[in-house]
């Protein structure tokens, strides 16, 4: 039974879409991979779409009834891949990756990060107000320390053997369908469901007497736990034994 793969099992669906500017998702690797990659996606992206430095918001973005009056601003290249990075990685990390993943150490980046905040309003024109300013600065201090909070990703540790205790091989049970031992694998709906089987369920076969298979202890259990196994230093030769170790 080969262990689960993100590439095969699970990619074709969960694409770790991160932006609605690219139809490709993020790659499946470390925190620092990921950061690696959008900071340069997004710096591509901006090269070749020099005019999306000058934003304007989504009127509909506004609560339901209130005009909004039409609100600009102008970010330097590298101002608009820290933020954009940023507000991908925080999609990432808390939402598409956690889905499956404990990511630790990630606290939640600036929320002012591209947001729509009163300080940031109206900037058209505005660029060197002070409070522009000053929100830019800050925002640019805070991309820059960034790096340190990337989160990590808990170890996946996939369990290939159910019974640490037992001995147990499909290969030697071939001839048999799968559900003579995962009997509700047809009809279970839940992932909490335990479908493998019991020893009553080895015993059906494993029995004493003819037309069984083999129900001695040795077939299913070794009988030393190897894993405590010490090294001993020999200190007999053959010849030394036969003279009575003199
Ligand atoms: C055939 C498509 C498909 C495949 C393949 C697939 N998933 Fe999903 N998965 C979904 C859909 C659809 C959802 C529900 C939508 C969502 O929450 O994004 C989901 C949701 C999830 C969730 C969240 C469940 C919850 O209750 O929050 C987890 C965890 C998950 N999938 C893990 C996996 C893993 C691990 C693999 C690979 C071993 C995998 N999925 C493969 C389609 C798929
Ligand atoms: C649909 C579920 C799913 C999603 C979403 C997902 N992963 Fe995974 N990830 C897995 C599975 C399953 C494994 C273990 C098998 C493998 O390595 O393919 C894994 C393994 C990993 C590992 C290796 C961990 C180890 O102990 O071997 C890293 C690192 C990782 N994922 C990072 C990420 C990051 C970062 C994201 C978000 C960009 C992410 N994953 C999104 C399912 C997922
Ligand atoms: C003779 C009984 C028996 C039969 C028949 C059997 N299994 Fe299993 N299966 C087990 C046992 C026992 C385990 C737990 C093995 C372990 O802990 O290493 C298991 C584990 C599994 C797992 C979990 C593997 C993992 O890596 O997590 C899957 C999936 C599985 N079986 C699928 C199947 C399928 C598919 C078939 C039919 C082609 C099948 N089994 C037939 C007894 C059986
Ligand atoms: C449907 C009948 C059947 C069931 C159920 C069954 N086995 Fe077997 N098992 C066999 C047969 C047949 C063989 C091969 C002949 C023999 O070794 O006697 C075998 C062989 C084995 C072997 C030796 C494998 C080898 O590589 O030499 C082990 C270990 C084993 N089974 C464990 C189990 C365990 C554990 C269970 C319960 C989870 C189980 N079996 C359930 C029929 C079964
Ligand atoms: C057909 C296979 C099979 C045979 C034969 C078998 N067992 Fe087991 N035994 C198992 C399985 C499967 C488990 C569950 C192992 C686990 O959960 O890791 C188990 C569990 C046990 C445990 C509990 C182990 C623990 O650490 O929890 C003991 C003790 C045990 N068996 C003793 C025996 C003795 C004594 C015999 C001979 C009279 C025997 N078994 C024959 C399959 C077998």
């Avoid at 900071?39 to 005009?67: N, S, V």
């Avoid at 170890?155 to 640490?164: D, F, G, S, Y």
Wanted: aromatic share 8%; net charge neutral.
């Amino acid at each position: 039974m080969a262990p689960v793969k993100f590439a095969h099992a699970c990619a074709a669906c969960h694409l770790l879409m991160f932006d609605r500017r690219f139809n490709e998702g993020a790659p499946h690797d470390k925190p620092d991979v990921v950061h690696a990659f959008l900071a340069k996606r997004f710096a591509e992206y901006i090269a070749a779409h020099p005019g999306e430095l000058r934003e304007t918001q989504d009127p509909y973005r506004d609560l339901a009834g209130k005009p909004s009056p039409p609100r600009t601003r102008a970010l330097t290249a590298s101002q608009w891949v820290a933020e954009k990075a940023a507000v991908a990685e925080e999609l990432l990390w808390h939402k598409t990756c956690a889905q499956c993943h404990q990511m630790s150490a990630s606290p939640l980046q600036d929320t002012r990060i591209a947001r729509w905040s009163p300080a940031n309003a109206n900037a058209v024109g505005k660029i060197s107000s002070t409070s522009q300013a000053e929100f830019l600065a800050d925002q640019q201090e805070h991309l820059a320390t960034r790096e340190l909070s990337l989160p990590t990703v808990a170890p996946a540790n996939t369990t290939l053997k159910w019974m640490p205790h037992a001995k147990f091989d499909h290969e030697a049970h071939e001839g048999f369908t799968c559900v003579s031992c995962h009997a509700k694998a047809m009809t279970s709906t839940e992932s909490s469901d335990i479908l493998l089987p019991g020893i009553e369920t080895c015993k059906k076969c494993h029995a004493p007497g003819p037309e069984h298979a083999e129900s001695r202890c040795f077939e299913c259990h070794t009988y030393h736990d190897w894993s405590k196994r010490k090294e001993v230093t020999p200190k007999f030769t053959l010849p030394a034994l036969r003279t009575g170790g003199r």
